[in-house]
């Protein structure tokens, strides 16, 4: 089974951006969407936003439309979150995830 193994996440102040990448190991990308995923201390793991297979549709959620974009490059077998303009509300552990599986995430902290 294709395992997932998120990376990119830090430290950034207010205003800032990062690019998070989730690389597929042990195989390639599924052909199927992939969604990216955020758990903030002491609150429900929530969904951010996803791609399709062919990358030709995105989806975020309302509380970042506008400022994160997700993508795909099939032949690195790799997923990307583009964060911008981030907020300290932007603060927790990032995971991608197809179907049943998850990567072990990444921290990312936006600081005011």
């Known amino acids: 089974q294709v395992q997932l193994v998120e990376s990119g996440g830090g430290l950034v102040q207010t205003g800032g951006s990062l690019r998070l990448s989730c690389a597929a190991s042990?195989?390639?990308?599924?052909?199927?969407?992939m969604d990216w995923f955020r758990q903030a201390p002491g609150k429900e793991r929530e969904f951010v936003g996803g791609?399709?297979?062919?990358?030709?549709?995105?989806y975020t959620s309302n509380a970042v439309k506008g400022r994160f974009t997700v993508s795909r490059d099939n032949a690195k077998n790799t997923v990307y979150l583009q964060m911008d303009s981030l907020e300290p509300e932007d603060t927790g552990v990032y995971y991608c995830?197809?179907?049943?599986?998850w990567g072990p995430g990444t921290q990312v902290t936006v600081a005011s």
């Open positions: 791609i399709t297979w062919r990358g030709n549709t995105i």
């Open positions: 995830n197809y179907g049943d599986t």
């Open positions: 042990g195989g390639a990308l599924p052909n199927r969407d």
